[in-house]
Protein backbone atom coordinates (compact mmCIF):
# COMPACT_ATOMS: atom_id res chain seq x y z
CA UNK A 1 0.00 0.00 0.00
CA UNK A 2 1.36 3.65 -0.88
CA UNK A 3 1.68 5.78 2.21
CA UNK A 4 1.02 9.20 1.61
CA UNK A 5 1.36 11.82 3.81
CA UNK A 6 -1.99 13.79 5.29
CA UNK A 7 -1.19 16.78 3.63
CA UNK A 8 0.22 15.78 0.31
CA UNK A 9 -3.03 13.55 -0.01
CA UNK A 10 -5.60 16.71 0.76
CA UNK A 11 -3.25 18.37 -1.72
CA UNK A 12 -3.85 15.49 -4.46
CA UNK A 13 -7.52 15.18 -3.81
CA UNK A 14 -7.60 19.45 -4.11
CA UNK A 15 -6.26 19.30 -7.65
CA UNK A 16 -8.58 16.28 -8.47
CA UNK A 17 -11.41 18.05 -7.29
CA UNK A 18 -10.42 21.32 -9.57
CA UNK A 19 -9.75 18.79 -12.81
CA UNK A 20 -13.04 17.28 -12.37
CA UNK A 21 -15.09 21.12 -12.45
CA UNK A 22 -12.69 22.23 -15.36
CA UNK A 23 -14.01 19.32 -17.32
CA UNK A 24 -17.67 18.98 -16.04
CA UNK A 25 -18.73 22.08 -18.42
CA UNK A 26 -17.63 20.70 -21.19
CA UNK A 27 -18.95 17.03 -20.55
CA UNK A 28 -22.31 18.34 -19.81
CA UNK A 29 -22.42 21.35 -21.83
CA UNK A 30 -24.82 20.56 -25.01
CA UNK A 31 -23.45 21.21 -28.82
CA UNK A 32 -26.00 23.98 -29.96
CA UNK A 33 -27.88 23.15 -33.10
CA UNK A 34 -26.46 24.62 -35.93
CA UNK A 35 -30.17 23.59 -38.14
CA UNK A 36 -33.75 22.76 -37.83
CA UNK A 37 -36.17 21.30 -39.77
CA UNK A 38 -39.38 23.19 -40.32
CA UNK A 39 -41.52 21.33 -42.48
CA UNK A 40 -40.69 18.03 -44.22
CA UNK A 41 -43.69 16.68 -46.50
CA UNK A 42 -43.34 13.11 -47.94
CA UNK A 43 -46.31 12.31 -50.49
CA UNK A 44 -46.36 8.18 -51.43
CA UNK A 45 -48.59 7.11 -54.10
CA UNK A 46 -48.26 3.47 -54.87
CA UNK A 47 -47.78 2.29 -58.54
CA UNK A 48 -49.02 -0.47 -60.52
CA UNK A 49 -46.08 -2.32 -60.25
CA UNK A 50 -46.09 -1.71 -56.53
CA UNK A 51 -43.33 0.60 -56.39
CA UNK A 52 -43.70 3.95 -54.84
CA UNK A 53 -44.01 7.62 -56.52
CA UNK A 54 -42.26 9.84 -53.32
CA UNK A 55 -42.24 13.37 -53.56
CA UNK A 56 -40.22 14.93 -50.73
CA UNK A 57 -40.58 18.85 -49.57
CA UNK A 58 -37.98 20.04 -47.09
CA UNK A 59 -37.96 23.47 -45.69
CA UNK A 60 -34.65 23.34 -43.80
CA UNK A 61 -33.47 26.65 -42.04
CA UNK A 62 -29.88 27.40 -40.88
CA UNK A 63 -29.06 28.50 -37.28
CA UNK A 64 -25.59 28.98 -36.81
CA UNK A 65 -23.12 29.11 -39.19
CA UNK A 66 -19.93 29.31 -37.44
CA UNK A 67 -19.04 25.75 -39.05
CA UNK A 68 -19.82 26.79 -42.03
CA UNK A 69 -22.31 27.94 -44.18
CA UNK A 70 -25.09 25.34 -45.76
CA UNK A 71 -24.33 24.29 -49.27
CA UNK A 72 -25.31 20.33 -49.65
CA UNK A 73 -27.18 18.02 -47.25
CA UNK A 74 -27.28 14.07 -47.31
CA UNK A 75 -30.38 13.01 -46.97
CA UNK A 76 -31.17 8.87 -45.97
CA UNK A 77 -33.63 7.19 -47.96
CA UNK A 78 -35.17 3.68 -47.63
CA UNK A 79 -32.80 1.76 -49.16
CA UNK A 80 -30.82 1.44 -52.39
CA UNK A 81 -33.58 0.21 -55.25
CA UNK A 82 -34.55 3.55 -56.56
CA UNK A 83 -34.42 5.62 -59.36
CA UNK A 84 -36.01 8.85 -61.51
CA UNK A 85 -34.47 10.93 -58.98
CA UNK A 86 -35.65 14.55 -59.94
CA UNK A 87 -34.92 17.66 -58.92
CA UNK A 88 -38.34 19.88 -58.52
CA UNK A 89 -36.93 23.03 -57.25
CA UNK A 90 -34.56 25.58 -58.44
CA UNK A 91 -33.01 25.63 -55.24
CA UNK A 92 -31.53 22.32 -55.62
CA UNK A 93 -28.41 21.84 -58.34
CA UNK A 94 -28.08 19.00 -58.85
CA UNK A 95 -28.44 15.63 -56.62
CA UNK A 96 -25.75 12.78 -56.06
CA UNK A 97 -27.11 9.40 -55.59
CA UNK A 98 -24.98 6.99 -53.09
CA UNK A 99 -27.75 4.26 -52.42
CA UNK A 100 -28.60 4.60 -48.94
CA UNK A 101 -28.42 8.53 -49.02
CA UNK A 102 -28.82 11.02 -51.63
CA UNK A 103 -26.28 13.97 -51.55
CA UNK A 104 -28.46 17.08 -52.54
CA UNK A 105 -25.93 20.25 -53.79
CA UNK A 106 -27.98 23.45 -53.52
CA UNK A 107 -27.92 26.80 -55.74
CA UNK A 108 -25.63 28.84 -53.32
CA UNK A 109 -24.75 28.79 -49.67
CA UNK A 110 -27.46 29.75 -47.23
CA UNK A 111 -26.52 31.34 -43.66
CA UNK A 112 -27.51 31.93 -40.32
CA UNK A 113 -31.40 32.63 -40.16
CA UNK A 114 -31.96 31.45 -43.81
CA UNK A 115 -34.62 29.32 -44.71
CA UNK A 116 -34.58 27.21 -48.00
CA UNK A 117 -37.20 24.90 -49.62
CA UNK A 118 -36.02 21.67 -51.23
CA UNK A 119 -37.86 19.63 -53.91
CA UNK A 120 -37.58 16.67 -55.17
CA UNK A 121 -38.91 13.19 -56.29
CA UNK A 122 -37.99 9.71 -56.80
CA UNK A 123 -39.47 5.95 -57.71
CA UNK A 124 -38.43 3.90 -54.41
CA UNK A 125 -39.19 0.28 -54.58
CA UNK A 126 -38.60 -2.94 -52.54
CA UNK A 127 -40.75 -1.52 -49.39
CA UNK A 128 -43.40 -4.30 -49.29
CA UNK A 129 -43.26 -7.46 -47.28
CA UNK A 130 -46.04 -9.91 -48.39
CA UNK A 131 -47.85 -12.16 -45.67
CA UNK A 132 -45.86 -10.14 -43.29
CA UNK A 133 -48.60 -10.38 -40.38
CA UNK A 134 -51.31 -12.18 -41.84
CA UNK A 135 -51.75 -14.53 -44.64
CA UNK A 136 -53.12 -12.94 -47.55
CA UNK A 137 -51.83 -8.86 -46.81
CA UNK A 138 -49.00 -7.50 -47.58
CA UNK A 139 -47.59 -4.35 -45.67
CA UNK A 140 -45.67 -1.54 -46.53
CA UNK A 141 -43.78 0.15 -43.96
CA UNK A 142 -41.71 3.43 -43.86
CA UNK A 143 -38.96 5.15 -41.42
CA UNK A 144 -38.30 8.36 -42.81
CA UNK A 145 -35.02 9.90 -42.43
CA UNK A 146 -34.13 11.05 -39.10
CA UNK A 147 -31.77 13.42 -37.69
CA UNK A 148 -29.02 12.84 -34.69
CA UNK A 149 -28.53 16.81 -34.18
CA UNK A 150 -31.42 18.30 -35.54
CA UNK A 151 -35.38 18.49 -34.54
CA UNK A 152 -38.10 18.50 -37.46
CA UNK A 153 -40.98 20.60 -36.13
CA UNK A 154 -43.32 19.31 -38.11
CA UNK A 155 -43.22 15.89 -40.16
CA UNK A 156 -46.26 14.72 -42.75
CA UNK A 157 -46.24 11.62 -44.68
CA UNK A 158 -49.47 11.69 -47.26
CA UNK A 159 -49.90 8.24 -48.29
CA UNK A 160 -52.60 7.41 -51.42
CA UNK A 161 -55.17 5.86 -49.35
CA UNK A 162 -56.30 3.73 -52.59
CA UNK A 163 -56.92 -0.51 -52.02
CA UNK A 164 -55.71 0.55 -48.51
CA UNK A 165 -57.31 -1.54 -46.35
CA UNK A 166 -55.59 -1.08 -42.75
CA UNK A 167 -52.90 1.71 -41.30
CA UNK A 168 -51.04 2.45 -38.25
CA UNK A 169 -50.96 4.64 -36.32
CA UNK A 170 -54.00 6.20 -36.29
CA UNK A 171 -54.29 9.17 -39.10
CA UNK A 172 -56.38 11.68 -40.60
CA UNK A 173 -57.87 11.16 -44.57
CA UNK A 174 -57.54 14.13 -46.42
CA UNK A 175 -58.14 14.18 -49.83
CA UNK A 176 -58.00 10.80 -50.30
CA UNK A 177 -54.32 10.63 -48.50
CA UNK A 178 -53.47 9.20 -45.54
CA UNK A 179 -52.00 11.89 -43.35
CA UNK A 180 -49.78 11.00 -40.45
CA UNK A 181 -48.22 14.09 -38.68
CA UNK A 182 -46.05 14.25 -36.00
CA UNK A 183 -42.83 16.47 -34.74
CA UNK A 184 -39.17 14.84 -34.17
CA UNK A 185 -36.93 15.78 -31.14
CA UNK A 186 -33.02 15.72 -32.31
CA UNK A 187 -32.19 11.72 -33.12
CA UNK A 188 -36.31 10.83 -32.57
CA UNK A 189 -37.68 8.22 -34.87
CA UNK A 190 -41.28 7.99 -36.82
CA UNK A 191 -42.46 4.40 -38.13
CA UNK A 192 -46.15 3.75 -40.19
CA UNK A 193 -47.50 0.91 -42.01
CA UNK A 194 -50.20 0.45 -44.50
CA UNK A 195 -51.61 -2.88 -45.19
CA UNK A 196 -53.01 -4.19 -48.82
CA UNK A 197 -54.90 -7.24 -49.65
CA UNK A 198 -51.85 -9.73 -52.14
CA UNK A 199 -54.08 -8.41 -54.91
CA UNK A 200 -53.79 -4.97 -55.25
CA UNK A 201 -51.03 -4.37 -56.96
CA UNK A 202 -48.42 -6.36 -58.64
CA UNK A 203 -46.55 -7.37 -55.77
CA UNK A 204 -43.49 -9.81 -56.39
CA UNK A 205 -41.51 -12.17 -54.30
CA UNK A 206 -37.83 -11.14 -55.26
CA UNK A 207 -39.03 -7.01 -55.15
CA UNK A 208 -39.85 -7.92 -51.09
CA UNK A 209 -37.83 -5.50 -48.32
CA UNK A 210 -34.74 -6.88 -47.94
CA UNK A 211 -34.67 -9.25 -51.06
CA UNK A 212 -31.43 -8.76 -53.54
CA UNK A 213 -29.49 -7.24 -50.48
CA UNK A 214 -27.30 -10.04 -50.52
CA UNK A 215 -26.88 -10.61 -54.27
CA UNK A 216 -24.03 -8.48 -54.42
CA UNK A 217 -25.25 -7.09 -58.24
CA UNK A 218 -26.24 -3.38 -57.52
CA UNK A 219 -28.01 -1.17 -59.85
CA UNK A 220 -25.89 1.65 -61.61
CA UNK A 221 -26.36 4.10 -58.96
CA UNK A 222 -25.16 1.83 -56.06
CA UNK A 223 -21.41 0.89 -55.97
CA UNK A 224 -20.58 -0.94 -52.57
CA UNK A 225 -17.99 1.20 -50.67
CA UNK A 226 -14.26 -0.31 -51.34
CA UNK A 227 -12.25 -2.45 -48.62
CA UNK A 228 -10.43 0.83 -48.80
CA UNK A 229 -12.95 3.10 -47.61
CA UNK A 230 -14.01 0.26 -44.85
CA UNK A 231 -10.65 0.55 -43.72
CA UNK A 232 -10.14 4.03 -43.48
CA UNK A 233 -13.69 4.71 -42.16
CA UNK A 234 -13.14 2.41 -39.11
CA UNK A 235 -9.49 3.99 -38.69
CA UNK A 236 -11.14 7.16 -38.58
CA UNK A 237 -13.70 6.52 -35.92
CA UNK A 238 -11.30 4.84 -33.77
CA UNK A 239 -9.01 7.93 -33.96
CA UNK A 240 -12.00 10.02 -32.88
CA UNK A 241 -13.37 7.85 -30.26
CA UNK A 242 -9.61 7.99 -29.22
CA UNK A 243 -9.16 11.63 -28.99
CA UNK A 244 -12.02 12.00 -27.29
CA UNK A 245 -11.97 9.05 -24.96
CA UNK A 246 -8.30 10.25 -23.65
CA UNK A 247 -9.15 12.83 -21.35
CA UNK A 248 -11.52 10.54 -18.88
CA UNK A 249 -9.53 7.57 -19.26
CA UNK A 250 -6.61 9.61 -17.87
CA UNK A 251 -9.33 11.67 -15.16
CA UNK A 252 -10.16 8.14 -14.10
CA UNK A 253 -6.98 6.16 -13.65
CA UNK A 254 -5.46 9.74 -11.80
CA UNK A 255 -8.57 9.68 -9.66
CA UNK A 256 -8.68 5.51 -9.02
CA UNK A 257 -4.21 5.81 -8.37
CA UNK A 258 -5.51 8.79 -5.63
CA UNK A 259 -8.44 6.53 -3.57
CA UNK A 260 -6.29 3.79 -4.19
CA UNK A 261 -3.55 5.40 -2.22
CA UNK A 262 -5.07 6.26 0.60
CA UNK A 263 -7.08 3.16 1.03
CA UNK A 264 -10.45 3.31 -0.81
CA UNK A 265 -9.51 1.11 -3.53
CA UNK A 266 -11.11 -2.22 -2.15
CA UNK A 267 -13.23 -4.00 -4.18
CA UNK A 268 -17.03 -3.72 -3.83
CA UNK A 269 -18.71 -6.78 -2.90
CA UNK A 270 -21.86 -7.66 -4.32
CA UNK A 271 -25.09 -10.03 -4.22
CA UNK A 272 -27.98 -11.62 -6.34
CA UNK A 273 -31.36 -9.57 -6.90
CA UNK A 274 -34.03 -11.30 -8.07
CA UNK A 275 -37.49 -9.40 -9.43
CA UNK A 276 -40.60 -11.73 -10.10
CA UNK A 277 -43.22 -10.08 -12.19
CA UNK A 278 -46.62 -12.27 -12.69
CA UNK A 279 -48.22 -11.37 -16.06
CA UNK A 280 -51.47 -12.64 -17.36
CA UNK A 281 -52.70 -11.87 -20.86
CA UNK A 282 -56.10 -11.72 -22.49
CA UNK A 283 -55.97 -14.65 -24.71
CA UNK A 284 -57.51 -12.50 -27.68
CA UNK A 285 -56.94 -8.58 -28.10
CA UNK A 286 -59.55 -6.66 -26.22
CA UNK A 287 -59.14 -4.15 -29.02
CA UNK A 288 -59.68 -6.07 -32.79
CA UNK A 289 -60.31 -9.49 -31.03
CA UNK A 290 -56.93 -10.91 -33.13
CA UNK A 291 -55.61 -13.89 -31.17
CA UNK A 292 -52.39 -13.23 -29.14
CA UNK A 293 -49.46 -13.65 -30.50
CA UNK A 294 -46.77 -15.39 -28.35
CA UNK A 295 -44.20 -13.13 -27.12
CA UNK A 296 -45.95 -9.93 -27.49
CA UNK A 297 -47.34 -7.54 -25.00
CA UNK A 298 -49.01 -5.64 -27.57
CA UNK A 299 -51.64 -6.73 -30.66
CA UNK A 300 -49.72 -6.26 -33.66
CA UNK A 301 -52.69 -5.27 -35.45
CA UNK A 302 -54.38 -2.77 -33.37
CA UNK A 303 -51.28 -1.84 -30.76
CA UNK A 304 -54.09 -2.14 -28.04
CA UNK A 305 -51.73 -4.02 -25.02
CA UNK A 306 -52.35 -7.65 -24.34
CA UNK A 307 -51.73 -7.67 -20.57
CA UNK A 308 -54.50 -8.24 -18.45
CA UNK A 309 -52.97 -7.78 -14.92
CA UNK A 310 -49.22 -7.36 -13.82
CA UNK A 311 -47.94 -7.88 -10.42
CA UNK A 312 -44.13 -8.02 -8.92
CA UNK A 313 -44.78 -11.54 -6.44
CA UNK A 314 -42.39 -12.36 -3.77
CA UNK A 315 -41.07 -16.20 -3.63
CA UNK A 316 -43.29 -17.67 -1.43
CA UNK A 317 -46.15 -16.06 -3.20
CA UNK A 318 -45.46 -18.76 -6.05
CA UNK A 319 -45.20 -22.42 -6.61
CA UNK A 320 -41.97 -23.46 -7.32
CA UNK A 321 -39.59 -20.27 -6.98
CA UNK A 322 -36.20 -22.39 -7.66
CA UNK A 323 -37.56 -22.48 -11.24
CA UNK A 324 -37.44 -19.07 -11.84
CA UNK A 325 -34.21 -18.13 -10.98
CA UNK A 326 -32.88 -17.11 -14.42
CA UNK A 327 -33.25 -14.00 -16.04
CA UNK A 328 -36.71 -14.58 -18.86
CA UNK A 329 -39.95 -14.93 -19.05
CA UNK A 330 -41.23 -18.35 -18.42
CA UNK A 331 -44.92 -19.86 -18.21
CA UNK A 332 -46.77 -20.58 -14.98
CA UNK A 333 -49.15 -23.14 -14.22
CA UNK A 334 -51.46 -25.06 -15.89
CA UNK A 335 -52.96 -21.75 -17.67
CA UNK A 336 -51.34 -21.19 -21.19
CA UNK A 337 -52.01 -16.98 -20.35
CA UNK A 338 -50.42 -17.15 -17.28
CA UNK A 339 -46.21 -16.11 -16.90
CA UNK A 340 -43.24 -14.95 -14.53
CA UNK A 341 -40.86 -12.80 -16.13
CA UNK A 342 -37.88 -12.51 -14.14
CA UNK A 343 -35.31 -9.82 -13.94
CA UNK A 344 -31.65 -10.45 -11.85
CA UNK A 345 -29.41 -8.19 -11.28
CA UNK A 346 -25.99 -7.15 -9.08
CA UNK A 347 -26.51 -5.06 -6.31
CA UNK A 348 -23.86 -3.41 -3.52
CA UNK A 349 -23.14 -4.83 -0.32
CA UNK A 350 -23.45 -2.27 1.72
CA UNK A 351 -20.56 -3.20 5.40
CA UNK A 352 -20.00 -2.22 8.22
CA UNK A 353 -16.93 0.63 8.30
CA UNK A 354 -14.31 -0.74 10.81
CA UNK A 355 -13.06 1.44 13.62
CA UNK A 356 -9.94 3.71 13.48
CA UNK A 357 -8.17 0.39 15.58
CA UNK A 358 -8.57 -1.67 12.63
CA UNK A 359 -7.05 0.29 10.49
CA UNK A 360 -4.39 3.42 10.86
CA UNK A 361 -5.53 5.70 8.68
CA UNK A 362 -9.80 4.67 9.88
CA UNK A 363 -10.71 4.48 6.33
CA UNK A 364 -9.18 1.22 4.59
CA UNK A 365 -12.34 -0.34 3.65
CA UNK A 366 -14.70 2.51 2.81
CA UNK A 367 -15.64 2.03 -0.87
CA UNK A 368 -15.47 5.46 -3.26
CA UNK A 369 -18.77 6.06 -4.92
CA UNK A 370 -17.29 7.73 -7.45
CA UNK A 371 -16.80 4.52 -9.03
CA UNK A 372 -20.49 3.95 -9.99
CA UNK A 373 -20.04 7.58 -12.02
CA UNK A 374 -18.13 5.47 -14.16
CA UNK A 375 -21.71 3.73 -15.67
CA UNK A 376 -21.97 7.06 -17.59
CA UNK A 377 -19.73 5.11 -20.20
CA UNK A 378 -22.55 3.20 -21.52
CA UNK A 379 -23.72 6.73 -23.57
CA UNK A 380 -20.75 5.93 -25.75
CA UNK A 381 -22.84 2.92 -27.20
CA UNK A 382 -24.20 5.12 -29.92
CA UNK A 383 -20.53 3.83 -31.27
CA UNK A 384 -21.67 1.13 -32.25
CA UNK A 385 -24.45 1.40 -34.26
CA UNK A 386 -22.60 4.55 -36.19
CA UNK A 387 -24.84 7.52 -35.18
CA UNK A 388 -21.75 9.59 -33.00
CA UNK A 389 -19.43 9.01 -36.48
CA UNK A 390 -22.17 9.59 -39.21
CA UNK A 391 -24.49 11.96 -37.99
CA UNK A 392 -23.61 13.98 -41.09
CA UNK A 393 -24.67 10.75 -43.27
CA UNK A 394 -28.30 12.55 -42.95
CA UNK A 395 -27.40 16.08 -41.94
CA UNK A 396 -24.75 16.88 -44.00
CA UNK A 397 -22.68 20.64 -44.11
CA UNK A 398 -19.84 22.44 -45.66
CA UNK A 399 -18.36 22.21 -42.41
CA UNK A 400 -19.59 18.68 -41.28
CA UNK A 401 -16.17 17.89 -43.83
CA UNK A 402 -14.32 18.13 -40.34
CA UNK A 403 -15.98 15.69 -38.41
CA UNK A 404 -16.04 13.64 -41.49
CA UNK A 405 -12.75 13.68 -42.85
CA UNK A 406 -12.74 9.83 -43.88
CA UNK A 407 -15.88 10.28 -46.41
CA UNK A 408 -14.18 12.85 -48.94
CA UNK A 409 -13.99 9.87 -51.70
CA UNK A 410 -17.91 8.81 -50.91
CA UNK A 411 -19.02 11.87 -52.50
CA UNK A 412 -16.22 12.12 -55.25
CA UNK A 413 -17.55 8.58 -56.35
CA UNK A 414 -21.84 9.45 -56.00
CA UNK A 415 -23.47 9.43 -59.42
CA UNK A 416 -24.75 12.81 -60.13
CA UNK A 417 -28.54 13.44 -61.33
CA UNK A 418 -28.76 17.04 -62.69
CA UNK A 419 -31.43 19.93 -62.53
CA UNK A 420 -33.06 20.79 -65.32
CA UNK A 421 -32.51 24.51 -64.66
CA UNK A 422 -28.68 24.01 -64.29
CA UNK A 423 -28.57 21.52 -67.90
CA UNK A 424 -27.17 24.52 -70.49
CA UNK A 425 -24.72 25.52 -67.75
CA UNK A 426 -21.19 24.54 -66.61
CA UNK A 427 -21.38 23.60 -62.45
CA UNK A 428 -19.14 23.82 -60.50
CA UNK A 429 -17.63 20.38 -58.35
CA UNK A 430 -19.35 19.47 -55.43
CA UNK A 431 -18.33 20.52 -51.80
CA UNK A 432 -16.84 17.89 -50.03
Known amino acids: MIRIKKETSRFI ?5 LLVMFFLPAIGARAKATDEIEDMTITVDVSEDASLKMTYHIDWKVLDDSIGKLEWIDLGVPNRYHENITPLSKTVDHINDKGSTLAIYLDRAYG ?40 VKQLTIRWNEENA ?8 NEAGYLTFKTSLPEGGKYTISVTYPNDAFAFAADRQAGSGDSSGSNSEGDNDLSAGDWILGILGLFIFLGIIASPFILIYKFIRWILEG ?18 EYYESCPGCGAAREEGKDSCPYCGRSMIKSKEVVEENQIDNPENYTKKGTYRYGDSGNTYIRV ?18 SGRSS ?5 ASSCACVSSCACASSCACACACASSGRAGCSVKDFFKDSIHKRRIRIESRETENRPLSPPVS
Open 262 to 279: IGFGSKQETKKKITRTKI
Open 366 to 370: HHSSC
Open 165 to 172: GAWQPDCL
Open 343 to 360: NVINVPVSRPRPSSRSSR
Open 13 to 17: LFAAV
Open 112 to 151: EGETVGIDFSMTQDHMYQIDKWVKGETVYTFTPAWFDSME
